[in-house]
């Protein structure tokens, strides 16, 4: 998104596409109160309204016919969520009245934004931070309380926060060193050097650490069920969806190949895929069926490996992925167990036995520690950042006073980075570009 014509008055559709109670839309700019003027016939004029009112009218066609009643909100620079002047529209929520109000606000001199305008001249404005902005995003498209509350805490502000208390540790140091290079002979205090760097090292590291949780929350997580023929797996899908969306029979090697359903799970939006049975089979189809499950399995975000618990235990067939990514599960709880393991959740798709502590297990996997700190890092974007700062404060504690200072002077732009104080334009056009237009 091009930085010009962002003094131009803009206009959109603020609300979603489609039919419903209420429609709103948004003109925002230097004119925006004169285009009010032009579009809303009220007992006040809105540019002689003082911001934060209301007002109640009607909304005007070019040869005043009436196109709704309806209220018209005014916001005055530069308290508005846009720094700007604002008025905004609120009318029945018709496609056809939403258009023809916007299309009177373009013929009065308001030009069509374009996708996230409204938040980019919010950022620009100093009214939100880059995260800000980008909780913005989190939060028009939140699909599970998990996403809207990490969304919300971007938007209060707590990781800009986070980021603040980070930057003051990392200039302390920053300051103290570079005092030393004018007193030499004083050195630098462990109270201004080590204690603060640690301090900021640990912090960071958390925030690393929660990038995962904070996609994950976002973007959803893909589960994959492993196993060997008749293990249970479509029995667990269906016991987790609530109902029957795979075909459970006797016969092994039923499951060819893979099947996707969604479901919330432990506040997670998660793709559940059950895999074709893992076997040595001399079936053209269902070997297909397996080596497609095992390159699933090397995908997928989270694995469950499931093991008829009735049977003798044998070990499954190929490369399974690595500890963190793999929950065992005993299958078949209801039925007397041939083999126990401590390792293994014990669960049965029957009678339900086991499935609420499968549940936790699986947001305790994907979201780890980091679901009980602060504000999450919720884009690759964030994370680049704070790993580069991280690395940099690392360096920096490993090396003598004399040489720590760049190292510390590249972490606080990497700060920088992450809240969008000092980051360059295409990063932020990259950051708009997945807005809608009206946000």
């Not at 700019?29 to 579009?39: E, K, T, Y």
């Not at 004083?186 to 760097?197: N, S």
């Not at 919720?378 to 003598?400: G, M």
Request: proline residues 5%.
């Amino acid at each position: 998104m091009t930085r010009a014509g962002l003094q131009d008055t803009i206009a959109a559709i603020a609300t979603a596409p489609g039919s419903a109670g209420v429609g709103i839309v948004r003109v925002s700019g230097p004119d925006a109160l004169a285009v009010a003027d032009g579009l809303f016939r009220g007992r006040r004029r809105p540019s002689r309204t003082p911001g934060g009112r209301f007002l109640f009218g009607a909304l005007l066609a070019a040869d005043g016919e009436v196109l709704d009643e309806g209220l018209c909100l005014v916001f005055r620079a530069p308290r508005s969520y846009t720094g700007e002047d604002v008025a905004e529209f609120q009318s029945h929520g018709s496609p056809a009245v939403l258009s023809r109000v916007l299309a009177r606000a373009l013929e009065l001199g308001a030009r069509p934004a374009r996708p996230g305008e409204f938040t980019l001249r919010a950022y620009l404005a100093g009214r939100l931070d880059l995260s800000q902005a980008e909780a913005v995003l989190g939060l028009v498209e939140a699909q599970t309380d998990a996403a809207r509350r990490q969304a919300s805490l971007g938007l209060s502000g707590a990781l800009g926060a986070r980021v603040a208390r980070i930057g003051a540790n990392v200039t302390r140091t920053l300051a103290a060193l570079q005092a030393m290079l004018d007193y030499p002979e004083e050195g630098v205090p462990e109270e201004d050097r080590e204690t603060p760097l640690a301090a900021a090292e640990g912090e960071l590291a958390e925030l690393v650490a929660s990038a995962r949780a904070g996609q994950v929350a976002t973007r959803g997580a893909r589960l994959a069920l492993i196993g060997r023929p008749n293990a249970g797996k479509s029995s667990l899908l269906n016991a987790l969806l609530g109902y029957e969306r795979s075909i459970v029979t006797p016969i092994p090697g039923t499951t060819r190949d893979y099947l996707e359903a969604g479901l919330e799970l432990a506040g997670v939006p998660v793709t559940l895929v059950d895999t074709a049975g893992l076997r040595e089979t001399r079936d053209v189809v269902e070997a297909a069926g397996v080596r497609q499950a095992l390159n699933l399995a090397g995908a997928a975000d989270l694995v469950l490996a499931l093991e008829d618990g009735s049977l003798p235990r044998e070990p499954l067939p190929g490369e399974l992925p690595e500890a963190q990514r793999l929950l065992r599960v005993r299958t078949k709880a209801d039925l007397p167990p041939a083999w126990t393991d401590p390792a293994a959740l014990a669960v049965s798709a029957v009678t339900g036995a086991g499935l609420p502590e499968l549940r936790e297990a699986v947001r305790a996997a994907l979201l780890g520690d980091a679901a009980r700190g602060e504000a999450w890092l919720t884009t690759e974007r964030q994370a680049d950042a704070a790993r580069r700062a991280l690395s940099h404060v690392q360096a920096a504690r490993t090396l003598p006073d004399d040489l720590a200072g760049w190292e510390l002077e590249e972490a606080l732009r990497a700060l920088s980075d992450l809240t969008g104080r000092d980051v360059q334009e295409d990063v932020v056009d990259a950051v708009f570009r997945n807005f809608c237009v009206g946000k």
